[in-house]
């Protein structure tokens, strides 16, 4: 693996940072860092890349406020400008309220301003082919505008909404409504519906769809979900009490082919080997001469993946195995790549772990040759070594595959291009972003957008046309955000007892000395595979603004990339394999030993806290290793990963297989096993909407609490509105205000100032 041992070009960059800053700092508070519009700015989002290259479009709020507005930038130079406001376009119509009902209307109010100002958002942006206008939805329905004007066209006024659109030509367009798929043509107004399959009561939904490059073509796949179980997710601020359900579990996959014209009546089911287990399309892409469907598909419930190219005629359609690897744990990765060269029908791409680390491997292909089931095809690998490649795509002509690795450390990432032929590489002339974490990559006739940012910078936009080099495209970082005075946290790696070495981040008080004992939080990423340990923005900036400020209390703050996190290749990614609680928690240990020992930690003043998986792993530390751990906020927690079997048998079933067929595997990794083993402060806070992570799992939990007589050692909240992911400031605010107030009561006695 990579080590850090590249980071002398951000020791610069952040000094100067620093420098540039005023002499005092602006105080941080939960109320601070929570609040909406954010003292970070808010980051744009649906970015969208022109055909041609030249121009790019995306959402954001010049007031870091909801709704988002519609910008266009040239990507040659200029600001970039509201072009929309979805205001102007469709403004949200309240509901007419009687008397009676607004004279009731004394408790809270569900439709308030906040859920009023994101109601009616832009969605589904979309270029035509031909770079002269754009596709939009709002409110479900679909809207068209020709860039330069300001007055978008409805195209669709209808109950049932429109999504997953798409041109299929400047006049034609693609999309779904009421579950399947139909195409409209905006010149002569005509509507075609392309698959029948779909049906709520049969609970057989259609999605996926893959257009062939000369649009005449599609592939789409049918989720048969009959098998499926429902959850309930009880809402209980309305008048009465309502509880939608979720339908959990396996579906049966199949996919089928169409025209686009609506010349046939019925499409065509592809066929393949019957797959063995539970299986999943990983992904399917047409070659370039629209002939060959390529079909990604994983079976043996997570252990083998095939790919195999599939052909077709008017009645039936032919399968041929072109690639075949196993993994006795779970097929993963940090993406899935599949890739069809855009002028050679033969060649395409595709990302594997099969060497250990995702690499990219190119296929042959002669469809000339397919025979007994097999396709005569050669198979080679264009990028090797101890690092991943998370993003690739091939440049229109073919000659060069533009990808984004962590070859130079798993710190950041940078962007290349290969040339398939000689095999030799060029790196992205970055220019001003040189040194920065680069992610949302978009490329198109030789121009790539991509954000760069570190991690106290958030992310900004670049453009790179062809030839040249980086030129910023938005600036959406406030002016008063520098006033704070961020400070950057170390990066180094922790050795683990299996000789493992586990990459961290640890944030120092101002005036650290050895001599000195601290206390000390930890913060758990969620999701599981997720990379945390990164120079970069992301999705996790209030805890890293919460970190900053227990930092500045004095706390020592420690992150790390435990086991089974993304970034470190398969082995990293799977030591987690049966049982979640175990390498990942010896990680955190490790970690905390390490720490008391190197950098002053007061062993009897640590606390954790995190959310989703992060939740699961704070709830595991405070039960499992009190001797450690003097307090743990659990954010949206699994609890019982049984519960969550049911939820997401996908995500839980690579880890865990089967709970029937593995019942110890879950125990073991399940908090609410080590219940009776609480004897530290254990907060618990839950969304009562989470449709991810159901509240049960903390409910369940705390019912066993109680039963054990443990209520002395937790606290549980629970928020009405709120599903997995916290929307509302407030609830943000309160969150965090409680983890605060447990770390202030239970760590920060004799805290050295």
């Known amino acids: ?44 989002q649906g970015e969208e890349l022109s055909p ?3 121009k790019l479009i995306f959402l954001w709020n010049a007031e870091g406020k909801h709704p988002l507005d ?50 009616g958002q832009f969605g589904n942006l979309e270029w035509s082919p031909d770079s002269s206008k754009i596709l939009f939805t709002i409110g479900g329905d679909l809207f068209i505008v020709k860039l330069g004007e300001s007055s978008p066209k409805r195209l669709t006024k209808t109950e049932d909404a429109e999504f997953a659109a798409q041109f299929l030509s400047p006049d034609r367009i693609l999309f779904r409504q009421g579950g399947n798929i139909f195409v409209i043509d905006t010149s002569d107004a005509t509507l075609v519906q392309l698959s029948k399959e779909a049906s709520n009561q049969r609970n057989i939904s259609v999605g996926g769809a893959v257009v062939s490059d000369d649009s005449s073509m599609i592939a789409y796949t049918t989720s048969d979900g009959s098998k499926q179980r429902a959850l309930y997710v009880p809402n209980y601020l309305p008048y009465y009490t309502a509880a939608p359900s979720f339908r959990r579990g396996w579906t049966t996959q199949e996919i089928y082919l169409t025209k686009t014209d609506g010349s046939r009546d019925d499409a065509i089911k592809v066929t393949l080997p ?50 075949e690897e196993e993994d006795e744990k779970w097929i993963g990765g940090p993406s899935r790549i599949l890739e069809a060269s855009p002028t050679d029908p033969g060649a395409f791409i595709f990302g594997s772990e099969k060497d250990g680390w995702h690499h990219l491997y190119q296929v042959n292909l002669d469809s000339s040759e397919f025979k007994e089931g097999n396709a005569n095809s050669d198979v080679k690998q264009l990028t090797k070594g101890n690092w991943q490649v998370e993003w690739a795509e091939w440049t229109e002509d073919g000659n060069e595959i533009a990808f984004s690795s962590t070859e130079e450390s798993p710190l950041w990432r940078e962007i290349y291009f290969l040339n398939t032929g000689s095999g030799e590489r060029r790196k992205l002339n970055s220019g001003a972003a040189a040194g920065m974490m680069k992610s949302a990559e978009r490329m198109e006739n030789g121009t790539v957008v991509f954000e760069a940012s570190n991690v106290i910078t958030p992310g900004e936009l ?15 970082i406030p002016e008063d955000y520098s006033l704070y005075k961020w400070k ?33 939080a930890i913060f758990v990423h969620g999701a599981g595979y997720l990379q945390n ?30 086991r089974g996190s993304a970034g470190y290749g398969r082995d990293w990614r799977t030591d987690v394999y049966d049982f979640l609680g175990g390498k990942d928690y010896t990680d955190h240990i490790d970690a905390i030993d390490h720490m008391v020992k190197e950098y002053s930690v007061d062993v009897n003043r640590i606390g954790v806290y995190g959310g989703s998986y992060g939740g699961f792993m704070a709830a595991m530390l405070v039960m499992r290793a009190p001797e450690k751990i003097s307090a743990g906020a659990a954010l949206r927690p699994v609890m019982d990963w049984k519960n969550y079997y049911a939820a997401n048998p996908f995500y839980t079933s690579q880890r865990l297989g089967d709970p029937k067929k593995n019942p110890e595997a ?36 705390v019912e066993k609490l109680i039963r054990l007589d443990k209520t002395e050692y937790f606290e549980l909240m629970l928020y009405p509105v709120e599903n997995h992911s916290f929307v509302r400031p407030t609830s943000w605010e309160d969150e965090y205000e409680r983890i605060e107030a447990l770390f202030k009561e239970e760590l920060e006695s004799e805290i050295a100032q």
Not at 70 to 90: C, M, N, T
Not at 297 to 309: E, L, S
Request: charged share 30%; proline share 5%; aromatic share 10%.
């Open 1 to 44: 693996m990579k080590t850090f041992n590249k980071l002398s070009g951000f020791a610069i960059a952040l000094a100067l940072f620093a420098a540039s800053s005023p002499l005092l700092s602006q105080e941080l508070t939960v109320k601070t860092i929570m609040s909406e519009p954010s003292i970070a700015g808010m980051r744009v």
């Open 52 to 54: 041609d290259g030249k």
């Open 70 to 119: 519609l910008y266009v930038a040239d990507v040659s130079g200029g600001e970039p400008r509201k072009w929309l406001s979805p205001r102007d376009i469709d403004p949200p119509k309240d509901r007419e309220k009687k008397p009676e009902d607004e004279a009731l209307e004394y408790g809270v109010v569900i439709d308030d301003e906040f859920e009023r100002a994101r109601r």
């Open 274 to 323: 019957k797959p063995e287990g539970e299986s999943y399309f990983y992904g399917i892409e047409w070659t370039s001469d629209n002939g060959v469907l390529l079909v990604d598909r994983v079976d043996k419930t997570h252990n083998r993946r095939q790919i195999f190219a599939v052909t077709h005629n008017d009645k039936e359609t032919m399968s041929f195995l072109v690639h």
């Open 462 to 476: 670049f453009a790179i046309a062809a030839g040249g080099s980086a030129r910023k495209i938005t600036s959406t």
């Open 488 to 520: 950057s946290p170390s990066f180094t790696e922790i050795k683990a007892e299996d000789g493992k070495m586990i990459p961290a981040k640890i944030y120092l008080p101002d005036g650290f000395s050895r001599s000195r004992k601290y206390p000390m």
């Open 533 to 562: 340990v990164i120079n970069g923005w992301n999705n996790y900036y209030r805890e890293f603004m919460f970190n900053e400020m227990l930092r500045r209390k004095g706390y020592v703050v420690l992150d790390i990339d435990y």
């Open 666 to 701: 879950y125990k073991r990794s399940s908090p609410i096993s080590y219940a009776d083993q609480l004897r530290k402060k254990l907060l618990i806070l839950h969304g009562l909407v989470d449709s991810n992570v159901h509240a049960q799992d903390s409910i369940q939990l």
